[in-house]
């Protein structure tokens, strides 16, 4: 998975899995939102760079074009000064269309800072 | 309605908010103040190379306009209660309607609709040039932190 221009100001990196990549967003100036917390927009955006790592990943043809279509994000806990990681899983996989779900975590990938859902259209 | 809420202590202005604001997420992304009403707020996103998600036609990244109307919204709630108050964000989705014009500044519209004792209801929308084009809609809630443990 090559990360674009907007992964980079983010900071991410990727750590690769077996079914997903886990993609890291360490805390910085640039992702930080009410003093000492991670912005809600930064941890959407990291989201989304797990749910196409996902996706990439499942359908293993980057000939392949993906149009996002719909977010959907909980926030669940506030993310503090330490890396975020987040990790997409595909419920479905269509001819047109993907479901994706993503969790992004901190400690404890059991106790995720926020949970998100988020439909691709797959033009192929 | 808005009788179930505290009167606001002070004034928010978020022309000054922004023009205060140098550090953080919103100020890397380049995100600007436009105009505000009552309960709503206008920021702008110009275009920069660091921000597009796909190289190869120059369309911006989706995780900026959603950070753009995040923003917009959470301001929407500031002018609504009249006060600078910590909220969070609990819950947003947003709908792509199309891809932003590679090197269009886009202008997210946020406004807050409804706050009871707890939570702010947010709606709004973002465009790059026309309102009546819009390319993104948003809907969520904030969450206010002074009524939780």
Known sequence: MKLPPYAELLGLSIEPGAEAPVLVMPFADAVLGRPGFVHGGALGGLMEMAAVGALRQALGDDAVRIKPINLSVDYMRGGRNKPTRARGHVSRLGNRIANIEVLAWQDDEARPIAAGRINYLIVR | ?149
């Open chain 2, 1 to 149: 309605m808005v009788g179930d809420i505290p009167a606001p202590a002070f004034g928010f202005d978020p022309h000054r908010f922004f023009d205060a604001n140098v550090r953080g997420h919103g100020a890397r992304l380049g995100i600007g103040y436009v105009g505000h009403g009552a309960d709503w707020c206008e920021l702008s996103l110009p275009w920069r190379e660091d921000l597009v998600g796909d190289p190869a036609s120059g369309v911006l990244a989706s995780g900026p306009i959603l950070a753009l109307m995040d923003m917009a919204t959470s301001v929407g709630v500031w002018l609504r209660r009249g006060a600078f108050l910590p909220h969070a964000t609990l819950d947003l989705r947003i709908d792509y309607l199309r891809p932003a014009r590679p090197g269009q500044t886009v202008i997210g519209r946020g406004e807050c609709y409804r706050v009871t004792r707890s939570i702010g209801f947010v709606r709004g929308q973002a465009h790059d040039g026309n309102p009546d084009e819009p390319l993104a809609h948003v809907a969520g809630t904030f969450m206010f932190m002074e009524n939780f443990g």
